[in-house]
């Protein structure tokens, strides 16, 4: 299931996106490794879902490097491999969630215990004949999550999978991603601006303003700051504490150069 190891999940060199004349990615440097949880950590509109979308491979203009699986984002051979999760649930209002699931899994091809099996996974199999339409929010994610697990991608790439779900659900979540990192190998970057679901993660990349503000690899060698590195790093508490600092250092940075 794994690449070879040691490669990264994903590689970006001096890689800028344009959107409407402003530049929202501003020449990012990282790197991901595989068979780990790395965060995608920043406030609302730093861009993370703009990176999130080149990754997948569905955005427009896109300049640098971007490897994805060891090939350049977007190659039509890493679609099966990629599972995505957009920010909007993807999925039929007039299907049952089996049938929304067992359509899915028609198209990629996957046999019929996967549905049985991503079901169980979102812990949806007591609603698996609830037409999709009449799910709460939290539930209709979770059955766009369990579309994403049918193919069993190597890389799961998930953009801001916990909003609006209660304490229970968001912890049931998160040990889905580590037994999927753990139990099947599989690499997941999961972008959030909830800095507490940062301590979850093995790795962080912290955004600001379309640029990498911590785990990027002038950091680490190997990509992504560990909370803990990052919380003693900058001799905060909590890594909101660590982004704060480090925001604020930027700032003084960029007024010393005016
Ligand atoms: N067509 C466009 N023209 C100009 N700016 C744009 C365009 N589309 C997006 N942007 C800007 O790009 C930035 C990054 O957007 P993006 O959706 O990637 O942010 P985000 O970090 O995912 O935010 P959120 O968490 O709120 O979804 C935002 O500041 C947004 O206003």
New binding site residues.
């Given amino acids: 299931m794994m690449n070879k190891s040691g490669e990264p999940a994903i590689r970006a060199s001096g890689l800028v996106v344009v959107?409407?004349?402003?530049t929202?990615?501003d020449g990012l440097e990282f790197s991901i490794p595989q068979g780990q949880i790395t965060g995608l950590l920043?406030?609302?509109?730093?861009?993370?879902?703009?990176?999130?979308?080149s990754i997948v491979g569905t955005q427009a203009r896109v300049t640098g490097t971007l490897d994805v699986l060891g090939r350049p984002a977007g190659d039509r051979a890493l679609r099966p491999r990629i599972g995505y999760v957009a920010?909007a649930p993807s999925i039929y209002d007039d299907l049952t969630v089996r049938q929304n699931l067992a359509y899915f899994a028609a198209i990629l091809g996957t046999p019929r215990d996967t549905v049985d099996r991503a079901l169980a996974d979102v812990d949806l199999t007591s609603h698996a004949a609830a037409l999709a339409g009449n799910l709460s929010g939290g539930q209709r994610s979770r059955v766009s999550l369990a579309v994403a697990l049918l193919g069993e991608p190597e890389l799961l790439v998930l953009?801001?999978p916990t909003v609006g779900l209660d304490p229970v659900l968001r912890r049931d979540l998160w040990n889905l991603f580590h037994r999927l990192a753990a139990e099947r190998g599989a690499t997941l970057l999961i972008?959030s601006?909830v800095m507490d679901e940062a301590e979850r993660c093995h790795r962080l990349l912290l955004?600001r303003?379309?640029r990498i503000l911590a785990g990027g690899t002038s950091q680490t060698e190997f990509g992504g700051d560990t909370p803990e590195a990052l919380r003693t790093r900058t001799g905060s508490e909590t890594v909101e504490g660590a982004f704060l600092h480090l925001v604020d250092q930027a700032k003084s940075l960029e007024e010393a150069r005016r």
């Fill in positions: 959107r409407g004349g402003r929202v990615l920043g406030p609302s509109g730093c861009g993370k879902s703009t990176l999130i979308r920010q953009d801001e972008s601006h955004m303003d379309g």
